[in-house]
């Protein structure tokens, strides 16, 4: 062997061991990294061990106790007007969609009739008066004559208030507005030939649309002329079923929602006393009158309803999830000075969502435990716990994924 091949040997043995040395230090950096995250593991598990007890303060809050209905929004101003006096329509003032305020002229028809009617009635009670002052005056005082004064009389009476009619037909020629609202039908033209005895001021639901009668054609008392819908006033039509009913009364307060989700409040204004049983199950009507004048409500739509019919304040309560029952009583659970738990027995009075009143055994902030749990175990003790925590990796596995830079992965190598 000369003194190069000697050379280039020796200079084989050295970088093995140089390779040797960093694979034997890559070796002690994967174990001392898995050791460290081990122990890390291990205090972390240790520490998330500590059970955890969540508490509330017991406080004073307002309960209610309501029932829960559905039903339509409907104006409380829904009329139908009709002449009060005989005639030919001479002029129509409004079509449908027109507001009008109360007073205002909606039509008129000519006074040729109720002249005429006025005449005729004059006519009637001077004939009558005239039986009656003859009677008066040839009476001798008997049975007879008496009784034939008395209906005389009578004739007199029922002939003043024919005159008494026609005279207020003279002046309704012109058909004013009852209420203020919005005309939603108009069933008259120029050229009708209307009735006396059709009514004025019924009230009735809306007729939707416009309707003009052709000329020459004779309403009649099963159509109205106009048809008037307040829009500043509103009523709410619900139905309550019968073992609610008897827990509501007039003028409690109700919280009313639209479909839109559009809040308002109102109050009951009437309660039916008889059921309908349309849809197998006893249901009363119920009526609310919506308050204030709310504006953009519509005719029809459906509200939800909220008839509060017991409201308290200043009512002690705690989460309904710190109430259990043990042997048939009702016990909160407390911690001591020390911090370890103590069943205390309370008294326990209405529900209303989430919470439950105590009337003995607590006061206001006294601090009640709601939860208790240990994570990682998923076991919860008193209410609700946190469920299983899956946040601390298993000892017989290594975490999984990409090493963020600067950190060793423990566990299995990955290569």
Known sequence: ???????????????????????????????TGGGAWWIIAAQSTSAEATPVVQTVAASLETMEQSVSASGTLTPTVQEEVSFAASGTVTAVNVVAGTVVAAGDALATVDTLTVDAELLAARATLATAAAKLADSQDSSDGGTADLAQIAANAASVTTAQNGVDDAVAAQSAVTLTAPVAGL????????????????????????????????SGATATTSSAAFTIVGTDAWTVDLTVGEADVALIEANDQVELSLDDGTALFGTVSEIGLLPSTTTGVAAYPVVVAVTGTPEGLHDGVTVTASIVYERRTAVLTVASAAVSSVDG?????????????????????ATAGNLTEITEGLAEGDEVVVATFTPGTGNTGTGTGAGNDTSTFPRDRAPTGNTPTGQVRGGANNG
Request: proline content about 2%.
């Open 183 to 214: 005309i939603t039908a108009v069933n008259v033209a120029v050229g009708d030939v209307e009735s006396s005895s059709s009514s004025t001021g019924t009230s009735g639901p809306a007729v939707g649309g416009t309707s003009a009668a052709g």
């Open 1 to 31: 062997m000369n003194l190069r091949q000697f050379r280039t040997r020796m200079g084989g043995i050295r970088r093995m061991k140089a390779r040797w040395w960093v694979l034997s230090g890559a070796v002690a950096l994967v174990l």
């Open 329 to 349: 009583a009702s016990v909160v659970t407390m911690l001591d000075a020390d911090g370890n738990e103590v069943s205390t027995p309370v008294t326990v009075g």
